[in-house]
């Protein structure tokens, strides 16, 4: 092939190629979205309808053992206290993978409700026994040690306690209420069906 040849192929080539780059810079791709981006923070919106203020008081018993060189110290001592929070679950914060959309069906994975922002009242807890097999030395470290596995204990009861209590039951059914009804708005998907799963539970929802 002739060099006047070849050199106008070339001319061609590039030609045709700044022109669909040229074409494509004024057309630019069409993005698709994921119509669940931005959807977990969303949830933050049922998250006052998604948990119960709890509080509750209890008794409980805290014990930490010490060993020694020849035998081990045990202090052990008996509070009063009261456990607050909200029960129920932290939406906002709620993993994108935990949700998953086919056709018209949104499929809403939540883990077990818990106890958020666990904290004990601004009222001291109160010191109802203490007992230590400490013969010589003092007992004040230990005891702080114990008070602070009492309340450990507390906070660990709570579960317990509001199921007992048929608060953990209502939450839950709380929670699927309001995700079935507000998700479908907040998609702009009014016929969408939600089912709601709970790690510790079966399917709920249509």
């Known amino acids: 092939?002739?060099?006047?040849?070849?050199?106008?192929?070339?001319?061609a080539v590039l030609g045709g190629a700044l022109g669909f780059f040229a074409v494509a810079r004024q057309?630019?791709?069409v993005l698709v979205v994921d119509p669940l981006t931005g959807i977990a923070p969303r949830l933050a919106l049922v998250q006052d309808?998604?948990?119960?203020?709890?509080s509750f008081r209890a008794i409980i018993k805290g014990q930490t053992v010490e060993g020694g060189r020849f035998f081990a110290n045990t202090d052990e001592v008996l509070i009063r206290t009261t456990v607050s929070g909200d029960w129920g679950f932290d939406l906002k914060d709620l993993d994108p993978s935990r949700l998953t959309l086919t056709g018209e069906r949104l499929t809403v994975r939540l883990p077990a409700p818990r106890l958020l922002t666990p904290g004990f009242t601004d009222e001291p807890a109160e010191l109802v026994d203490a007992r230590t097999t400490r013969w010589l030395s003092d007992a004040g470290p230990g005891q702080l040690d114990a008070l602070?596995?009492?309340?450990?204990?507390?906070?660990a009861e709570a579960p317990a306690r509001v199921?007992?209590?048929g608060i953990d039951a209502t939450v839950?059914?709380?929670t699927v209420h309001a995700v079935q009804k507000l998700l479908p708005s907040l998609l702009g998907r009014p016929g969408l069906s939600v089912q709601v799963r709970f790690d510790?539970?079966?399917q709920v929802g249509p």
């Open 1 to 11: 092939m002739p060099l006047r040849a070849i050199a106008l192929l070339v001319v």
């Open 200 to 202: 510790d539970q079966a």
């Open 27 to 29: 057309h630019p791709a």
């Open 163 to 165: 199921a007992a209590l």
């Open 172 to 174: 839950r059914e709380a």
């Open 148 to 155: 602070r596995a009492a309340r450990a204990q507390a906070l």
């Open 49 to 54: 309808l998604a948990t119960a203020r709890i």
